[in-house]
């Protein structure tokens, strides 16, 4: 008798557990040492990685931070905005806590890096959120970085509950802005620099308040600067808790797209794109996982179980292109994962294919498909932060232009690798970057080989 063969077909997933667990906070990743391995802090805990195969504890207790170079000595530094203090690096094996003045009283869930007054040196825009049972707002503020010698709260505002802060120089003047989403059905605000580190509110003029028709704002938790339509300017996804009341859904998390110089650099609020409702969506990340060219998206919730006892999970998004996105979340080694605020990108194995860090775990990212490119931008510590935070390169190819910001702080509190990942799908030959740093100075590196790492100095 003739019994047919049946051969099982095994499809390794998209990402799968590392075997590193870390705590369940918001998650910041950056090469704290200058040795080609990006680090991670998590949970408060500093590790360090020892060529992609472990992350080995080297300090406790720095609480949840966002990093970035503000003493431009070479090795960066961290700001925990959940104990409201700075800490120095010791050559990225040891950090201090360093003198920081006395700042508002504030429940803060998120801050950023950005050099707002294009001294060269980094400052702080913190946010303020709620005491909830005390019917209190805390305000939101700026300290300036004083030459990375001392630190001045220069600014402060209490309009709005703050969660998620994150900056761009979205409408490309040279100066860095700055996002931040509001809870509380209250407006998102976009705060426009003048560049000496003055702001104004600008989201009702440049629609990016993030809402619906019948709502002054949304449940804002996080949001995430990325081109997500690869036309050379940088687009901003809004990340919505939703409850359904009496007026109906509330506003759904969204993108706005830039319509770019010819548009006064509005956004055009395309609504969800694929996006689809959950109620307690929360923060946030933006890469390319597959290195196909198109920004995707991964975005945590709130709850484990929401209203009307409804599960809620994290979910993988792949753009498709043109604001086109698709739940990949199914067979990626990322399904019905814990509530979490933690969801950050890295190419933290140095394999060209960007990792996650999310719901107290690492991820390794098993594509091998695509060209790639990671870009290292570096300051002179003079004119430029050495950070390079605020600096935006842009890759053409054909008929589009790949655009990635350098960003301390993304989401909710989290902050992707500094390092820029560049997915370039079937794209083999060399590429031109385009490197306009902070302050708007521009520069070129031509003919530069994919499929590897590369590092440009300002």
Not at 44 to 52: A, E, F, I, L, Q
Not at 199 to 209: K, M, T
Not at 211 to 235: K, V, Y
Not at 395 to 403: E, F, G, S, W
Request: hydrophobic fraction near 35%; charged fraction near 20%; glycine fraction near 12%.
């Amino acid at each position: 008798m003739f019994v047919p063969l049946v051969f099982a077909l095994t499809v390794n997933p998209l990402y799968s557990d590392f075997g590193q667990a870390v705590g369940n906070d918001q998650a910041c990743w950056i090469d704290l040492d200058g040795d080609g391995w990006t680090d991670l802090i998590a949970g408060g805990v500093v590790y360090r990685n020892v060529k992609g195969q472990k992350f080995e504890k080297i300090q406790e207790g720095v609480g949840m931070v966002i990093a970035a170079d503000y003493d431009n000595d070479g090795y960066p530094d961290l700001f925990s905005w959940s104990q409201r203090k700075v800490y120095q690096s010791e050559k990225g094996l040891k950090f201090v806590q360093a003198p920081f003045p006395e700042i508002p009283t504030a429940n803060s869930r998120g801050a950023c890096w950005g050099d707002f007054n294009n001294d060269g040196y980094v400052d702080l825009f913190i946010g303020g959120f709620e005491d909830w049972d005390k019917q209190i707002t805390y305000p939101s503020f700026i300290v300036m970085n004083h030459g990375g010698k001392s630190f001045e709260v220069t600014w402060t505002q209490a309009e709005h509950r703050t969660r998620g802060v994150t900056a761009c120089d979205f409408n490309r003047n040279g100066s860095l802005d700055v996002y931040c989403s509001n809870y509380r059905l209250q407006p998102n605000q976009l705060w426009i620099n003048d560049g000496k580190g003055v702001f104004s509110d600008g989201a009702v003029a440049y629609n990016a308040l993030a809402t619906s028709a019948g709502f002054d704002g949304g449940h804002s938790i996080g949001a995430a600067w990325g081109d997500f339509n690869n036309d050379g300017e940088i687009d901003l996804f809004a990340g919505n808790f939703a409850h359904v009341d009496s007026r109906g859904d509330q506003p759904k998390s969204r993108f706005l797209k830039n319509l770019g110089k010819q548009g006064g650099y509005r956004f055009d609020d395309l609504g969800t794109c694929g996006i689809w409702y959950q109620e307690s969506y929360a923060s946030p990340a933006a890469g390319d996982f597959d290195n196909d060219g198109n920004l995707d998206l991964y975005l945590t919730t709130v709850y484990g179980i929401a209203s009307f006892n409804k599960p809620n999970f994290p979910v993988l998004y792949r753009n498709a292109g043109n604001f086109s996105f698709e739940d990949k979340t199914d067979g990626s080694g990322l399904e019905k994962l814990p509530p979490t605020y933690q969801a950050a990108f890295s190419d933290f194995q140095n394999t060209g294919h960007l990792g996650l860090c999310s719901a107290g775990k690492v991820f390794s990212n098993n594509s091998k498909t695509g060209h790639w490119l990671e870009v290292n931008l570096i300051g002179d510590g003079k004119k430029i932060n050495r950070s390079a935070i605020g600096a935006q390169a842009r890759i053409r190819l054909k008929d589009k232009t790949l655009t990635r910001q350098v960003e301390a702080g993304t989401g909710e509190g989290n902050q992707n690798d500094l390092r820029l990942h560049f997915g370039l799908g079937e794209w083999s030959r060399k590429v031109d970057i385009e490197i306009t740093w902070p302050g708007g100075q521009v520069s070129r590196k031509r003919g530069v080989k994919v499929d590897r790492v590369v590092t440009i100095h300002a």
